[in-house]
Nanobody, 122 residues
Framework: QVQLAESGGGLVQPGGSLRLSCAASGSIFRAYAMGWYRQAPGQQRELVAEITSGTRTDYADSVKGRFTISRDNAKNTVYLQMNSLKPEDTAVYYC????????????????WGQGTQVTVSS
């Protein structure tokens, strides 16, 4: 069974930094695009950043220049380095991954993590 385990969330003051990690485990044959989404109370879930298997990246305009997404393909892990955090970055952050797994006949399916809370407040 495939799982996405997120870690690194927490409470940080404005201007501070956090690093989120998301490790995919299970019968993974290949990891394709991996990324981070976030959802604030009363808001729709939105893309924060995504990285392809070829390391091409895409960012929401609101985080460009402050957040950096990266991945370790050997560990099937994606990271999100968040700097210069603002109160409006407060949200639950979800990991998302397109994974081809042996248990699903090598088909690429979409998986979500459980989410990790990021709170930016003084």
């Amino acid at each position: 069974q495939v799982q996405l385990a997120e870690s690194g969330g927490g409470l940080v003051q404005p201007g501070g930094s956090l690093r989120l990690s998301c490790a995919a485990s299970g019968s993974i044959f290949r990891a394709y695009a991996m990324g981070w989404y976030r959802q604030a109370p009363g808001q729709q879930r939105e893309l924060v950043a995504e990285i392809t298997s070829g390391t091409r990246t895409d960012y929401a305009d609101s985080v460009k220049g402050r957040f950096t997404i990266s991945r370790d393909n050997a560990k099937n892990t994606v990271y999100l380095q968040m700097n210069s955090l603002k109160p409006e970055d407060t949200a639950v952050y979800y990991c998302r991954a397109h994974l081809a797994t042996i248990d699903n006949d090598y088909r690429s399916l979409l998986y979500w993590g459980q989410g990790t809370q990021v709170t930016v407040s003084s």
